[in-house]
């Protein structure tokens, strides 16, 4: 069944962070780098095996197919399975004011050293520009639901990836919507940190930060605000005829 929007439900949020301070403290950033290597390793496997799927199936399709991959991680990685404690695809959530109860963000990462009400919620788009699947299906139906409290309204930080299947990058399609976004007062991403190259020789990996303007319920200011929110954008080739791999050491 299931249950339409409403109003603000306090008492979902009561219960659901009851002793604990919002937001969350920040993850290391080295822990988030790692992360983004094992997505990029599970997405690596699957360019081998999966190839066509990666080219031609439904983002659900490739969704189910990355969920299975970094779940097999667990039983072959040390350092992922020290992390983490499990990967799920379209886990329900409820959204930062529990107006919606079934919220479900594409992967959930359960990591070992937090409450397992609060996972890392990473959201994927395809990038298509041909099919119409462009930097605004990624901005308005994937980034903004984290500056609006849909998701990882908890933490400081969240993932987007992109299944790319039009050679985009980040620099060349994702950098220029953000900065036509910047000429509209106001900024409808809200970013406060431009995009961040995070150095890697391999992956078309970079980081955003952006203000978030909903409160917190039941929290006198300035306790109710959750701050800022960084977000990571990996971007994986997914194209017919890409290559595609990362070291597994």
Request: net charge negative; proline share 6%.
């Amino acid at each position: 069944m299931t249950v339409s929007s409403s109003g603000p439900r306090p008492e979902q949020i009561d219960e659901l962070t009851r002793g604990i301070e919002l937001p969350l403290g920040a993850l290391h950033e080295e822990h988030l780098a790692l992360i983004a290597d094992m997505i990029a390793l599970a997405w690596g496997d699957l360019a081998l095996n999966q190839a066509s799927i990666l080219a031609t199936g439904s983002e659900a399709e490739i969704n189910a197919l990355l969920e299975a991959r970094l779940s097999r991680l667990l039983d072959e990685n040390p350092v992922w399975e020290q992390l983490v404690r499990s990967v799920a695809r379209g886990k329900e959530t409820v959204s930062f004011n529990g107006a919606h109860l079934e919220k479900r963000p594409d992967l959930s990462i359960f990591l070992s050293g937090r409450s397992p009400a609060f996972p890392l919620v990473v959201e994927c788009k395809l990038i298509d520009a041909p099919d119409g699947k462009s930097g605004s299906l990624y901005c308005n139906h994937g980034l903004r639901r984290f500056l609006t409290g849909e998701y990882g309204w908890s933490g400081r930080e969240g993932f987007m990836l992109a299944y790319v299947r039009d050679e985009s990058t980040i620099e060349s399609c994702l950098v220029p919507f953000l900065a036509a976004g910047r000429t509209i007062k106001p900024d409808p991403y809200a970013i406060r940190d431009w995009p961040v190259e995070r150095g890697h020789a391999v992956l078309d990996l970079a980081a955003t930060r952006h203000d978030r303007a909903f409160r917190y319920l039941n929290r006198a200011a300035p306790a109710d605000a959750p701050g800022s929110i960084a977000i990571w954008h990996l971007w994986l080739p997914a194209w017919i005829g890409s290559t595609y791999s990362i070291s597994r050491t």
